[in-house]
Nanobody, 124 residues
Framework: VQLQASGGGLVQAGGSLRLSCAAS????????MGWFRQAPGKEREFVAC????????YYADSVKGRFTISRDNAKNTVYLQMNSLKPEDTAVYYC??????????????????WGQGTQVTVSS
């Protein structure tokens, strides 16, 4: 499984960015695709995830109502639309895949494969 994250950048507070995660290497049927982030000096934290089959979603409280995760099955790509960005959203964002279904979906230790990360910087 290969995951390629892209779309990060520098944006002012209140702005928007859309991250993409292109997935390849297998059929993702029952997989869960997640986004995590890691700010300097902090642990990697869960942001959002989506069930590839069916499209169920789940969000961290800190991004609920501002971020939207979606997927395009035809393109094998997962997106993270980030609106109303805040300086505290600044981090390296990683996409990850989980093969064991819709359980422990916010635990980073349960994700099998990780992309390389993309930097998001929100200026105040």
């Amino acid at each position: 499984v290969q995951l390629q994250a892209s779309g990060g950048g520098l944006v002012q507070a209140g702005g928007s960015l859309r991250l993409s995660c292109a997935a390849s290497g297998r059929t993702f049927g029952n997989y869960v695709m997640g986004w995590f982030r890691q700010a300097p000096g902090k642990e990697r934290e869960f942001v959002a995830c989506i069930r590839w089959s069916g499209g169920s979603t789940y969000y961290a409280d800190s991004v609920k109502g501002r971020f939207t995760i979606s997927r395009d099955n035809a393109k094998n790509t997962v997106y993270l639309q980030m609106n109303s960005l805040k300086p505290e959203d600044t981090a390296v964002y990683y996409c990850a895949s989980k093969s064991t279904g819709w359980v422990y979906i916010s635990g980073r230790e349960f994700y099998d494969y990780w992309g390389q990360g993309t930097q998001v910087t929100v200026s105040s």
